[in-house]
């Protein structure tokens, strides 16, 4: 199965496969990060291309599936989260879902909330089927706790479908949605095994996927890296595009790289280094993957293991062009201002990441300004 999903928030614009990864070495939209080959690998000689473009064009040729009406499909934002508008039931509820590649359950608000302006009202679906399964979900930041069900999603842009889909009508959360976010549930694009409860419920996307008979290949372009962030969606331009079953050419330029997926749960990936101001920081490549290395649409956050975060924030000091910051202003417990309009960019590092290529012999890298970094901040990993 492949997914093409997109690290265009931090990692700006990418795609993945269910199997691969890909990487577009130039954007067609402005952004603020920016990546390239790694120097020492030669420019690709093994044909890719024709079969990226095949991809790429990826249509159902009887015209069920038409990928420029996904383009802007999504609002939203790094910090903010990308959303998706949804109609669900019997007549249909209109609401907003979170685009998350970081889990696998499809998930609505069901209870007002007061981050929330609206939810699903089941009761009023003639579609719904309770069925009669408690489930919970914990993530990084927030959880909820809800009820099983089954109900009619109808997708008017590209498909004009509609597919019966297991949903989680979420009845009680704690942190979990986000003020002024403007969404109103999560739809998870990772793969089965993540489901809840146990791996036993059938994701959005394959559902889609067995009910349409479309390629089983998604891509997920997201915007705005760089834009300041805001809580009036209105005053932003569109935040991205959910392409399901293919790729739309119009969205890059330029050739596509892949990298493995290792495990097919999260979108888990092989980070072979990391480089701060072009100074490898000589960590062993088992240190920057510990725990796990994933690609999370549903986060704008870089999280390193402590090792590893310990490393990148030495490093962007001493690398730094401002050595007057106190020590709380590394560890982020003070900030530094400037005059406004000033854009002190060029004080500080670009952090590189590599990936692997499709064979032991190939990277590539994505470069994260400082600019972005300001934005999407570093963490540990707890």
């Not at 089927?129 to 842009?157: A, C, F, K, P």
Request: charged share 15%; proline share 5%; net charge negative.
């Amino acid at each position: 199965m492949k997914l093409l999903l997109g690290l265009l928030a931090f990692l700006a614009l990418a795609g993945l496969g269910r199997a691969y990864i890909y990487l577009p070495l130039n954007i067609s939209f402005g952004f603020n990060s920016s990546w390239s080959p790694s120097p020492e690998q030669p420019e690709r000689t093994d044909g890719r291309q024709g079969q990226e473009l095949e991809l790429a064009l990826a249509s159902d040729p009887s015209g069920k599936v038409r990928f420029i009406e996904m383009v802007n499909n999504l609002k939203g934002g790094s910090g903010r989260g990308y959303y998706l508008p949804m109609l669900i039931g019997t007549p249909v509820q209109k609401l907003n879902i979170l685009v998350d590649t970081g889990s696998s359950n499809f998930a609505v608000a069901g209870a007002p909330d007061p981050s929330i302006s609206a939810y699903f009202k089941p009761q009023l679906s003639s579609t719904y089927r309770n069925l009669d399964t408690s489930v919970s979900v914990t993530y990084t930041q927030g959880s909820w706790i809800g009820e099983l069900g089954t109900d009619v999603v109808t997708l008017s842009q590209g498909l004009n479908s509609s597919i019966t889909v297991d949903i989680a009508v979420i009845l009680e959360s704690e942190n979990f949605y986000l003020e002024g976010a403007k969404w109103q549930g999560i739809l998870g694009m990772a793969y089965k095994p993540l489901s809840m409860p146990s791996g036993s419920v059938e994701t959005f996307f394959d559902s889609l996927v067995k009910q349409t008979n479309i390629p089983d290949v998604f891509s997920l372009q997201m915007c705005g890296a760089g834009l300041p962030v805001s809580t009036d969606i209105e005053d932003i331009p569109a935040g991205g595009s959910l392409i399901l079953g293919g790729v739309e050419p119009s969205l890059y330029v330029g050739d596509v790289w892949y990298t493995p997926i290792t495990k097919e749960w999260y979108y888990q990936v092989e980070i072979l280094k990391l480089e701060v101001g072009g100074q490898n920081l000589h960590l062993d490549c088992k240190e920057y993957n510990a725990g796990k290395a994933i690609v999370d649409s549903g986060t704008s956050l870089l999280r390193l293991p402590n090792n590893v975060f310990d490393a990148v924030v030495e490093a962007i000091i001493w690398t730094s062009a401002v050595q007057t910051f106190s020590a709380e202003f590394w560890t982020g417990a003070e900030m530094a201002c400037w005059s406004k309009g000033a854009t002190p960019w060029n004080f500080f590092p670009k952090i590189s990441i590599y990936l692997r290529g499709e064979n032991a012999s190939q990277s590539f890298r994505i470069t994260v300004l400082p600019q972005v970094r300001a934005l999407i901040c570093l963490m540990h990993v707890l």
